[in-house]
């Protein structure tokens, strides 16, 4: 039976998603700001959990109607089949999002939902689930556009950028489907080289590393739809030793990244060894000043420092003009794609942009700024 889905990502990233749900079979794809809507058979879900690099989630719609009151979003909560999708000892929690909404109390409408399952369940089997609001089993996502609400239950569980294997980070994490987007976006292919020289915890080698290996970004974790009712564990487990049996042995890759500090380091080691890709990567301690190209030509990606690991605003300015002079000397042929939130920083690092991509880390707004590093004067 055709389900409807909804798969948020990282504004910026709808476009690398939409080819993503379509090479994973996804069918009536349509793009919005902040996800890609999608439909495909239950089972589609547990595909692109498993699969997915860019996307945050995977909902699964189980109702849309129109509202005017929150008694219309009660009735509507109320009439479906709660104690069919998943059993009474599982924990849930409602969250809320809204455009343009007329109500006047947000809180109140996620209330109304939230009473409506656990009235349902007291009706039919006269016990009502607990609401866990840290770590529930069964998490509910509720819509409410100016007139029109929709309902999902959300089939993923905790993030999808939380993959499972990076347990150290440094004070301004990457998130992992955003470093996945990135090198998308970058064009980069497995194979090509590839440089982080500021690598911090090693998001993006560690990234890098698994698509080359085509190694599943959810094959070390679970997902909320194993706690459903409708969970088909066969399906499951076939889809799982499918991307086992898929995976290419670990061996050396052309795969670089560096720091000038040494926790950051010791962070991205430990994160890469387990995952079991430390010998895939080569990693140095490196002020990103005097660091050399590892190859002729190759993709260079940076999360820039936003001032927590570097000092402030002044003195990252006084860097970026000589990343830019590093840039031009030492790796020509290369192309470099730059993540920051200062968006005044292309004016500093006085080299011309020839892309620039509007991205969010979590709630901040940042650019992703392409330099084509080519021999001859390359500045402003």
């Not at 809507?37 to 699964?60: C, D, E, I, M, Q």
């Not at 809320?96 to 109500?103: D, E, V």
């Not at 969970?231 to 720091?259: C, H, M």
Request: aromatic share 8%; net charge neutral; hydrophobic share 40%.
């Amino acid at each position: 039976m055709t389900q409807n889905f909804f798969a948020p990502c990282p504004r910026g990233l709808e476009a690398p998603l939409c080819d993503e749900l379509k090479a994973l079979g996804a069918e009536d794809i349509r793009s919005t700001d902040g996800g890609v809507h999608f439909s495909g058979p239950g089972a589609l879900s547990y595909k692109v959990n498993l699969h997915s690099r860019t996307a945050s989630r995977v909902l699964w719609r189980v109702a849309m109607s129109r509202y005017n009151t929150e008694q219309d979003i009660y009735d509507t909560a109320l009439a479906l089949p709660w104690t069919e999708w998943f059993d009474v000892t599982r924990t849930i929690r409602v969250n809320m999002a809204a455009i343009r909404c007329p109500l006047r109390s947000l809180d109140f409408a996620t209330l109304k939902i939230k009473d409506a399952i656990c009235d349902k369940f007291r009706q039919e089997i006269g016990e009502r689930p607990s609401v866990d609001t840290h770590a529930p089993d069964i998490r509910i996502h509720a819509f409410l556009e100016e007139s029109q609400m929709t309902l999902y239950v959300d089939t993923s569980g905790d993030a999808l950028f939380k993959r499972g294997v990076r347990q150290y980070t440094n004070i301004a994490p990457l998130r992992e489907n955003l470093a996945a987007g990135i090198l998308i976006l970058s064009g980069w292919k497995p194979g090509t080289p590839l440089l982080d020289p500021m690598c911090g915890s090693g998001t993006f080698l560690i990234e890098a590393a698994q698509m080359t290996l085509n190694i599943a970004p959810g094959i070390g974790r679970h997902f909320a739809f194993e706690k459903l009712h409708t969970f088909n564990d066969e399906k499951w487990q076939s889809l799982r030793n499918e991307a086992i049996a898929a995976q290419i042995p670990v061996t050396a890759l052309p795969i670089y990244g560096s720091d000038l500090y040494g926790d950051e380091l010791k962070a991205a080691r430990l994160n890469l060894e387990n995952a079991g890709l430390l010998d895939a990567v080569t990693i140095k301690q490196a002020n990103v000043l005097e660091i050399t190209a590892p190859a002729e030509q190759g993709i260079m990606v940076a999360n820039l420092p936003y001032g927590e690991r570097m000092g402030e605003l002044d003195e990252m300015r006084e860097l970026y003009p000589k990343l830019g002079d590093v840039l031009k000397q030492k790796f020509k042929g290369w192309n470099a794609y730059l993540l920051t939130a200062d968006l005044a920083m292309p004016k500093h690092i006085r080299l011309s942009v020839s892309r620039r991509t509007p991205l969010f880390n979590g709630a901040l707004e940042c650019r992703l700024f392409e330099y084509k590093v080519v021999s001859g004067s390359n500045r402003k």
